[in-house]
């Protein structure tokens, strides 16, 4: 048997009402609910970053080729599908290019107007993150034969015109000759950004090769869609040298800067207050410690007389401050799942969207980040509490043998 775990096991079993029983209560309800905390807040801030990103994504891929435009206008030059398509989807980070284009156009109803612009795509477009951003309706549906004249459009763009799901409004594009569409309303979303509540009409790109007398070989560009967000820097580059010189490159993180740096901003300051956190935890934990050497000096004393090592002795200390920590892990663990499981299946911790640009907190299930904070934790933890160890060598045995 292990003398210095065994030592450590009864010392856990010290009387509830001492000194000690107390403070060991209040380091591991510290080490518990700093870990809950922390869980919890990556849990958010990474529901925060996916469930904003996924909003922006359901409007464009993460990198978009279009011919080189001076004007920077919505509409901008077309480019052709036949030319060198092959050199972006055989890089590996690559995942799917979908062709677009944009027009812009003014809706009209019998009682209001308001300026769009209509952005076209084809079958092939990625809907997943469109379709959870549906509140009625369903996603537009093309035809193999002619131009589909079904639109989706947000639920802020609805309200202004009165319309719902299944109603027809007309649209009028400002062009030479003028020209009008009259389309049907298939779904309405909400994304809580009013850079695209405010501003985008989804509609097939057949209607816009139409409208500006396009063949089907020219399109206003093309999204790349990436296997990795993470890697979108490394792929833009690698993209940007097999371009051709009258193409322009853009990343979403610069389209869509500000948004990305508030989840940057809002990143840095929740691992500062992490940090505090931590820092309380292991604070409380090398607290616990010292207390319990100085009340256990007597042992101490004696165990050094009948011939154990410091290394022995700090070795039980290590055992209990080790115990210490994994309890108020497993603790801390189970309060954090208990709260984010609530909150993810009930949505009980209402936002404001014109803030968050949500409705709820969201949560973000994510393993690799549970085992990392639990690991970093117990290894800052356990570091931390060789600093009350290192007292052990100091102390004589024959004055903690008389210490009182």
């Not at 080189?68 to 890089?91: A, H, Q, R, V, W």
């Not at 035809?143 to 763009?157: G, H």
């Amino acid at each position: 048997m292990n003398l210095s775990r065994y030592i450590a096991s009864r010392l856990a079993g010290a009387r509830s009402d001492s000194f000690t029983a107390s403070v060991t209560k209040i380091a591991k309800f510290s080490v518990g609910l700093g870990i809950a905390i922390m869980i919890v807040s990556f849990a958010i801030l990474e529901g925060f970053r996916h469930e904003i990103q996924s909003k922006i994504f359901s409007f464009g891929g993460h990198l978009q080729i279009s011919k080189f435009d001076t004007n920077n206008s919505f509409e901008g030059y077309p480019m052709g599908t036949t030319t060198g398509l092959e050199k972006y989807g055989s890089i590996p980070g690559v995942a799917k290019l979908q062709p677009f284009a944009r027009k812009t156009a003014i809706i009209k109803t019998d009682e209001e107007v308001l300026g769009v612009v209509l952005k076209g795509v084809d079958s092939t477009y990625d809907f997943r993150g469109m379709e959870r951003n549906l509140t009625s309706g369903a996603v537009m549906e093309f035809s193999d034969s002619a131009a589909s004249n079904q639109i989706m459009m947000s639920q802020l763009m609805a309200d202004k015109l009165r319309l719902a799901v299944g109603d027809r409004v007309m649209f009028y594009f400002i062009q030479n000759p003028p020209r009008m569409r009259r389309f049907e309303v298939a779904g309405i979303f909400k994304t809580g950004l009013e850079e695209f509540d405010n501003v985008y009409v989804m509609g097939d790109l057949q209607q816009i090769r139409d409208l500006n007398q396009w063949p089907d070989t020219l399109v206003g560009g093309f999204e790349i869609l990436l296997k990795d967000f993470n890697q979108i820097d490394t792929v833009a580059n690698q993209v940007f040298d097999k371009m051709n010189y009258d193409l322009q490159l853009e990343k979403i993180t610069d389209t869509y800067a500000q948004l990305f740096d508030w989840l940057e901003l809002l990143k840095r300051n929740v691992i500062i207050f992490l940090i505090l956190i931590m820092f309380v935890a292991t604070f409380n934990m090398v607290s616990t410690l010292f207390i319990m050497i100085l009340e256990r000096t007597n042992m101490i004393g004696a165990l050094k007389a009948m011939g154990a090592t410091n290394g022995q002795i700090r070795s039980i200390f290590l055992h209990r401050g080790l115990r210490l920590t994994i309890e108020g892990l497993i603790g801390g663990n189970l309060l954090a799942l208990f709260f984010c499981a609530v909150q993810d299946y009930f949505h009980l911790i209402p936002l404001d969207p014109e803030n968050y640009y949500m409705e709820t907190v969201p949560i973000y299930w994510s393993w690799k980040i549970w085992v990392g904070i639990n690991a970093l934790t117990l290894i800052l933890t356990m570091i931390s509490v060789m600093l009350p160890t290192l007292l052990i060598s100091r102390i004589s045995p024959v004055k903690s043998i008389k210490f009182d």
